[in-house]
């Protein structure tokens, strides 16, 4: 058993969330493995006991069912051991908004909004008790792009971009740190899980690159990583507009242009 602390990664049956599991356990952590499939689940389980010597734990969970988020949860808060969350699970939805129905839209926010905000809410308390730990959040650079025509899937993306930045505020002096990781287009199955062929996409990273990128994010303390933005001072100059608008808003008055 690792001495260090056990990492529970969401939706790490394939894509983002099975190299977490890979580079996490190269690193020597013992990890709890969440999604649905569990036979993907078991055969990287096996794998990584195999080739680090780490322990490796499947956990077959629907994340947008309640009763099973609930069975997570109740693991987070309870585990001392675990000490790292990585909140991964997520999905996109094919076609445009007018074309989506309220079902779709409901287990998408269930899945992209519900659940890392649960998941986080339990096993919050316990780190910022103990004064270390880790909440790992991917967002996507959708979440920053309205333009993009991906509605609802960007408004969950921003939501736990928002979610991260502000416990990041609110947790980070107690010793947790809180990282919102935005990738663009990377190679996994996602595209064609939402009926959109991948090779039609300019640009699409590599699903290794990515996640290394962000775990060197990780590893700098960065509360946003955005591994593709290859400009810093663009997303630097971005932040820095919105925090200049922050003394703005406490007025009485509203502005003269709406008189
Ligand atoms: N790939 C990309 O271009 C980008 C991805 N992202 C984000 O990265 C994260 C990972 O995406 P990616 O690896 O590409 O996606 P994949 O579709 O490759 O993998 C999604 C993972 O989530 C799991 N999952 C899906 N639904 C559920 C559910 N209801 N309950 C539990 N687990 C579930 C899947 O496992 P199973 O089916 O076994 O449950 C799978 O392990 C997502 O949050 C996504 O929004 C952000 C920007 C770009
Ligand atoms: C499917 C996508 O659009 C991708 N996950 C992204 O967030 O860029």
Redo the contacts with the bound molecule.
Sequence with gaps: MSTLPTVVITGASTGIGAVYADRFARRGHDLILVARDLARLQALAERLRADYGVAAEPLQADLADPAQLAGLERLLRDDARIGVLVNNAGA?LPGGFLEQTPEQTAQLIALNVTAPTRLAAAIAPRLAAAGSGAIVNLA???GLAPEFG?SV?GAT?AFVQYLSQSLQGEIGGKGVYVQAVL???TRTE??ER?G?DVAQIPGVMEVDALVDAALAGFDRREAVTIPPLHDESLWQAADAARKAMLPHYSQSQPAPRYL
């Design positions: 996109t996507s650079v959708v991906m899937y993306k990738p663009a287009a996602i595209w939402s959109r």
